[in-house]
């Protein structure tokens, strides 16, 4: 069994541009939490999908979205970067009907600068 | 709007002394509560959970308590060990948000632990 990963472990922007981050979620997950924690804060909730369809939505403009594939991994795109948009981006995934889905496992995170 | 605060930015202990690391909330509708631990380089990892119905969950040297009425909870470890040194959040979900809601955690800033041998 694998545990969530995530790709790029690091990247670097310039403001304006546009990202793609990727994550894999532990086998057998069909349900992904995306998250922004930036410097000395908590992680915050960006959006969640379960079975390829976005289920909830934290308070990030539209420049920020997701996608679920049918195999259950993720990706999470932010247009028109901004300064403010450097963070770690951590992806976790869960299983969404099953007793244990009230935990989730989080994958290392990827690391956004934007310059 | 910080709806689950950690006020202690960091916290140092000395092995085998308890540990407590404290979190309050201000909404309402949180009915689950969670703490993770959190080593460089890694994700959040989930140690301990409870209810809103309970007041306290015990799992070996963690146990979590929770004061709703004061809209407080705190998680205690004991004793400490040099490996528990990592970043501390406490994290919160709403009730009646649907089997699927379990993504949706509201985190607090989190607090480092710092066990010293």
């Known amino acids: 069994e694998t545990g969530v990963t995530q790709s790029p472990t690091h990247l670097i922007k310039t403001r304006g541009q546009q990202v793609t981050l990727r994550c894999s979620s532990q086998s057998g997950h069909n349900t992904v939490s995306w998250y922004q924690q930036a410097l000395g804060q908590g992680p915050q909730f960006i959006f969640q999908y379960y079975r390829e369809e976005e289920n909830g939505r934290g308070n990030f403009p539209p420049r920020f979205s997701g996608l679920q594939f049918p195999n259950y991994s993720s990706e999470l795109n932010v247009n028109a970067l901004e300064l403010d948009d450097s963070a770690l981006y951590l992806c976790?995934?869960?299983?969404?009907?099953?007793?244990?889905?009230?935990?989730?496992?989080f994958g290392p995170g990827t690391r956004l600068l934007v310059l | 709007d910080q709806q689950v605060k950690q006020n202690s930015p960091s916290l140092s202990v000395q092995e085998g002394r308890i540990s407590i690391l404290n979190c309050d909330y201000t909404?309402?509708?949180?009915?689950?509560f969670l703490w993770y631990k959190k080593y460089p380089a890694e994700g959040p990892t989930f140690l301990i959970s409870?209810?809103?119905?309970?007041d306290k969950n015990e799992d070996g040297r963690f146990t979590v308590f929770l004061n709703k009425s004061a809209k407080h909870l705190s998680l205690h470890i004991v004793p400490s060990q040099p490996g528990d040194s990592a970043v501390y959040f406490c994290?919160?979900?709403?009730?009646?948000?649907?089997?699927?809601?379990?993504?949706?955690?509201?985190f607090g800033q989190g607090t480092i632990l710092t066990v010293h041998p």
């Open positions: 994290a919160a979900r709403p009730a009646n948000a649907g089997g699927t809601s379990y993504g949706k955690l509201t």
């Open positions: 976790a995934s869960s299983l969404g009907f099953q007793p244990k889905g009230e935990t989730q496992y």
């Open positions: 409870i209810s809103s119905i309970k």
């Open positions: 909404n309402s509708m949180f009915d689950y």
